[in-house]
């Protein structure tokens, strides 16, 4: 096999990994540290990030709009999400389930980078974490997650890792207790990189997804899969 040249060797690719809770003793920042370990062992390079570190204001279109006295726009903290989140060939979000359903912060953050023009969300590939004391483990907030990313035409991975009984399920050194868990959540982001890979660097294969409803970057005509 022809060795490739350092100067033909692809960049590694980039990783936004979001650990979506404000709390600081977060199951799912540890959640969110482990894979980032993963991820740089699989030779990813990770942009680590919290949401504690874009504090926002509750989405209010009259504080964004121009044309309103006094309007500040889109804050500066959303903008600085969006950019890192352009700047990744993919990202990661490990978020915690509140009732059943999406952490109020982490939806307004997703509400408020969605004006953001271009659309940072649009083509990006995601992955989806939870962690959970439950037996569930934050599954079904992952599943109301998907909506708004896939809306906004996000490639959400299939598959999501959820992890049960989250309280009782690290190590000393931030390894899953459960060494099983570990191996798959090991493989799930390997085979996620995988994908990213391929669509970021085989430009040859042609690229069919769901279009986001408020685009008006792309070509003229879109496709789109509507009931």
Known sequence: MTAVSPQHRPEPLRI?????????????????????????????????????DFPLPPYDGDVEDADVEDADGVPATAADLGRRIAQAQAFLIAAP????????ALK????W???????????RHALLLSASPSLVGGNRGLWALRVPLEHLGTRVY???????????????????????????????????????????????????WYEFLGDRTGAAVTQRAED
């Open 16 to 52: 936004l990994v979001l650990s979506a809770s404000l709390r600081a003793e977060s199951l799912n920042t540890r959640l969110a540290l482990l894979a980032e370990r993963l991820l740089t062992d699989a030779g990813a390079v990770v942009d680590r990030a919290s949401l504690r």
């Open 97 to 104: 389930e509140y009732n059943a359903s999406i952490p109020g």
């Open 108 to 111: 307004n953050a997703l509400d």
């Open 113 to 123: 980078v969605s004006r953001l023009r271009p659309q940072p969300f649009k083509d």
């Open 158 to 208: 299939p598959d999501m890792f959820s992890l049960a009984a989250a309280h009782q399920g690290f190590t000393d050194t931030g390894d899953l207790a459960d060494t099983g868990l570990q191996d798959r959540l090991a493989e799930t982001l390997q085979t996620f990189l995988g994908l990213v890979e391929a669509d970021t660097r085989y430009v040859c294969l042609e690229r069919r």
